[in-house]
Antibody, heavy 120, light 110 residues
């Protein structure tokens, strides 16, 4: 069974940092693009970043460029999101989501999310 | 990158068909056949319903279908059922190699 389990969320002050993790199981992690998607309370999803199977390509939404860094460790079947210089508008549930093998822009499995709250 | 534009709400009676539009630009929806649709029930994670404009993942009802014309993609739900009541979001690949979601549509079954 495919599983994605996020962790690392919490309450942080503006300007602070957090590192999110996503532990994958039930599939060959290194075969897939993986994404971070966030959803603010009462809002729609917003794609944040993704990373290629071998980590050689990474893309980000404009609003997080220079502040967030996506990475992966295929030996540990894990995905990470280092978030620095956090702002109130970064408050959201953060999900990791797996891209399809034929269309990495579509996500067939999502984790249950980890909540990030940025507030003083 | 601006969010793709969807109607805020669409409603229909059981058994009817409804269509949700998703309008972007030639830099996203119009430029690539990488449009997806997701269904999200309250308190749940999004579920992939359509990928690559018109393909259904295994297990998704054939009452759901997708299409695209120019810069606008569409999701049609045929034979509307009460369990179809949910929020629906489109998404598209963009020319910057990023992804963008739509503004979302609340579907109400009357």
């Amino acid at each position: 069974e495919v599983q994605l389990v996020e962790s690392g969320g919490g309450l942080v002050q503006p300007g602070g940092s957090l590192r999110l993790s996503c532990a994958a199981s039930g599939f060959t992690f290194s075969d897939y693009w993986i994404n971070w998607v966030r959803q603010a309370p009462g809002k729609g999803p917003e794609w944040v970043a993704n990373i290629k199977q071998d980590g050689s390509e990474k893309y980000y939404v404009e609003s997080v460029k220079g502040r967030f860094t996506i990475s992966r460790d295929n030996a540990k079947d894990s995905l990470y999101l280092q978030m620095n210089s956090l702002r109130a508008e970064d408050t959201a549930e953060y999900y990791c989501a797996r891209g399809l093998t034929t269309d990495y822009a579509s996500f067939d499995y999502w984790g249950q999310g980890t909540l990030v709250t940025v507030s003083a | 990158q601006s969010a793709l534009t969807q109607p805020a709400s669409v409603s229909g009676s059981p058994g009817q068909s409804i269509t949700i539009s998703c309008t972007g630009t030639s830099s996203d929806v119009g430029g690539y056949n990488y449009v997806s649709w997701y269904q999200q029930h309250p308190g749940k994670v999004p579920k992939l319903m359509i990928y690559e404009v018109s393909n259904r993942p295994s297990g998704v009802s054939n009452r759901f279908s997708g299409s695209k014309s120019g810069n606008t993609a569409s999701l049609t739900i045929s034979g509307l059922q009460s369990e179809d009541e949910a929020d629906y979001y489109c998404s598209s690949y963009t020319r910057r190699s990023t992804l963008v979601f739509g503004t979302g549509t609340k579907v109400t079954v009357l």
